[in-house]
């Protein structure tokens, strides 16, 4: 395992497209959210410990912001043929597991990874209405062993600021995790 920072995109680039599988084969589009005033996109994976940390708090989340006009879409990455444990299928086993109420999508050509700039796992990015990036950074302070509680603080106070119509905070923290499993030759230019 390295542990990567986030590449911390530049806020206001305007949300990369994206068009992948989720876990019944069923095409889920960055259009597929439109009308959702927040959009937060999670690079993450199955078997990440700084993923399975925060597992329970990502369905939480997705649970008290669904009603709230506030969309969460999962991307895993990772190379399967050397982390077979983020499988497709092995995806669908941990959505329904931990809870997960969004869609939890397959990005095997690692495009949309590579469009979005993405580092780690989890790598997330919170978009408002225009689909312009007005968040990157960690769910919260808490990592496997420090003994933080897993609170979701820093993403929520984002997404409340947006859904309030008001700016998100300039002071973001990059996340840190797992690096995404690049295969080999895909390897990305922005390290």
């Not at 993923?51 to 939480?60: E, F, P, T, W, Y």
């Not at 669908?92 to 869609?103: C, L, M, R, S, V």
């Amino acid at each position: 395992m390295a542990l990567t920072p986030s590449t911390m995109l530049p806020l206001g680039t305007t949300a990369p497209d994206f068009k992948l599988p989720d876990t019944n084969g069923k095409t889920v589009a960055l259009a597929d959210f439109k009308d959702k005033a927040a959009l937060v996109v999670i690079f993450m994976c199955n078997h990440c410990p700084y993923v399975v940390h925060i597992r329970s708090g990502l369905a939480q989340l997705s649970c008290d912001y669904a009603a709230r006009n506030a969309a969460i879409v999962g991307i895993n990455a990772n190379d399967v043929k050397n982390y077979p444990a983020d499988s497709p299928a092995k995806m669908k086993d941990e959505a329904t597991a931990a809870g997960y109420t969004f869609p939890y999508l397959y990005d095997e050509t690692q495009a949309v990874a590579k469009a979005y700039r993405a580092a780690c796992t989890p790598d997330i990015f919170l978009f408002d209405r225009g689909r312009r990036l007005v968040y990157r950074g960690q769910f919260d302070a808490s990592r496997p062993g420090n003994g933080i509680s897993v609170t979701g603080k820093d993403l929520r106070a984002a997404l409340d600021a947006v859904l309030a119509g008001k700016p998100t905070s300039e002071f973001q923290v990059a996340s840190i995790g797992c690096n995404i499993k690049w295969k080999a030759g895909n390897e990305p230019d922005y390290f």
